[in-house]
């Protein structure tokens, strides 16, 4: 038996998102790869986030390799959206960015330490070969 | 004249949204404070994306105050996916994900680095205060 995705061609249960929106679902459901029926929930705030119509334009513009990865990233954005109605997933951009930038800095003030201590370390050999007998710099 | 956001009240020109919409933009309209008419194609990606009527829902479920944050982010996120309608701004996730492992690696190895070179430069001092004539660990 031939399978699409997650559902059974020709078997009798629609897929989640024909279940929802209450209408049969055709054998060539653009929706039936990628929301099957055991997961409901995966289609629910996709539908409320983008609206089915939309998300159904989307997939058929894609090349069919195209739309899994698609469908994954619009399911990741409604549940953001779902999650954080105000920010989203623009609300997790933010907060990496700010990650960037403090590892950025602690990343900038590690090297200049490296660079500082190497500089020492080699004065103190230079110095005759010999280090002086205590630390001056720190 | 009182004022909302990007329009007059009681001009006659509509909002983005309701211009697109091709509908009659109401006194009260949630669009407009944050789709004036002189920026059409900021309502345009937005449309496509969530479209009108869960844009109009989401907005109607937030408080006022939180409702221009809520555009921004959602013009944000339609504008990405409009760019790339793979992976939408979970892309640009995904990218700044991957630049944080990259520094958090590159904090790691500087961050020995300076552990290793004060190890040794306190080894040198300890040894009777002189430094060896060569390094030997490098």
Redesign the interface.
Known sequence: MKESGGRKQGAASPCAACKLLRRRCAHDCVFAPYFPADEPHKFANVH????A??VNK?LQ??PVH?RG??V???V??ANA?VRD?????????SS??Q??DT??T??AL??A??VH??V??TA??SHH???P???TNS
Chains 1, 2 share one sequence.
């Open positions: 409320k986030v983008f609206g119509s939309n989307m513009e894609l195209q990865d698609a994954s990233s619009m990741y954005e959206r109605p105000v920010y989203g997933c623009v609300g997790a951009i990496l960015q990650q960037i590892l950025q602690q990343l590690a090297q330490e490296v201590l190497r020492r370390q103190s050999y070969g010999f280090a007998t205590s630390p």
